[in-house]
């Protein structure tokens, strides 16, 4: 089975083929789409047309289906999906809204289970991702 990635509030899927898809707003207010690689770790990232992003610029993440916003409740400059792993296991994805800045974390519960970047040391206080 290949992994899923999914909407938090409405747990729909949001990957397509190699690409996470989420609606996104920039700083002066410009929305458009922005495609993550699925294979955490990897920043590659587009966006659609016309729309850009700037090195570090924090962007809004939305769910393109439900327009749920995706902030993490515990810090404004982290945002959040769900991940459905090949074992049906659940997990959350915790990234930096910061472009160009590379933190991921995949959490079970309250522990990280693994994480990915050069800025890991950014978010180091251990409450940020309870999302309660």
């Known amino acids: 089975m290949k992994t899923k990635y999914l909407c938090p509030h409405c747990e729909e899927a949001l990957n397509v083929d190699n690409d996470i898809v989420l609606k996104a707003k920039n700083n002066s207010g410009r929305k458009g789409i922005v495609f ?3 294979l955490l770790g990897n920043y590659n990232s ?4 016309e729309f850009t992003i700037t090195e570090g610029e924090k ?4 769910c393109p289906l439900c327009n749920s916003n995706l902030t993490n409740l ?3 400059r982290l ?4 991940m459905i792993d090949g074992d049906d296991k659940k997990f ?5 809204k910061i472009y160009g800045e590379k933190c991921t974390y995949v959490i079970q ?3 990280v289970i693994k994480s990915y970047g050069d800025q890991l040391n950014i978010y180091t206080n251990p409450d940020w991702f309870l999302m309660k």
């Open 36 to 38: 993550l690689h699925t």
């Open 92 to 96: 959350t994805v915790v990234f930096s």
């Open 109 to 111: 519960e309250t522990e």
């Open 74 to 76: 515990k810090n404004e």
């Open 46 to 49: 587009r966006f659609s047309a």
């Open 59 to 62: 962007v809004k993440f939305y």
């Open 79 to 82: 945002a959040y999906f769900t």
